[in-house]
């Protein structure tokens, strides 16, 4: 039943995109307030206006999607995308020409 629960099609990645603007100062209010949000939810970022947060799974993967819908901003444009844990570990990732490491998967801890 473990091994059920850490399957690699079965723990998600949610990928929030975002493209807010930025041109008031109330507009820049409202897009830094949408990112400290979402970190604070447990995102990280993974580049520019790209946050992934990983979950146990789907059920906890729609907990924070629902979270992030909450707060979306009145402007911009907004993406929420889930990916199972093998589809983001087959994820190329280059700085330049050169192959870079991967995203450390967090540590998650179960209690009984």
């Not at 993967?61 to 992030?68: C, P, Q, S």
């Not at 199972?84 to 967090?106: C, E, L, S, V």
């Amino acid at each position: 039943m473990k091994s059920e629960r850490l399957n690699a099609y079965r723990i998600m990645w949610v990928l929030v995109f975002f493209d807010l603007p930025t041109e008031t100062k109330k507009e820049r209010k409202a897009a830094g307030d949408f990112r400290k949000k979402i970190l604070a939810d447990g995102f990280a970022m993974f580049q520019f206006s790209i946050y992934v947060r990983h979950c146990a799974s789907m059920e906890n993967a729609t907990v924070h999607i629902k979270r992030v819908q909450k707060i979306l901003p009145e402007k911009g444009h907004v993406v929420i995308m889930t990916i199972t844990d093998k589809q983001f570990g087959m994820m190329k990732i280059y700085q330049g020409t050169k192959p870079a490491t991967a995203m450390d998967i967090p540590q998650q801890l179960e209690l009984f």
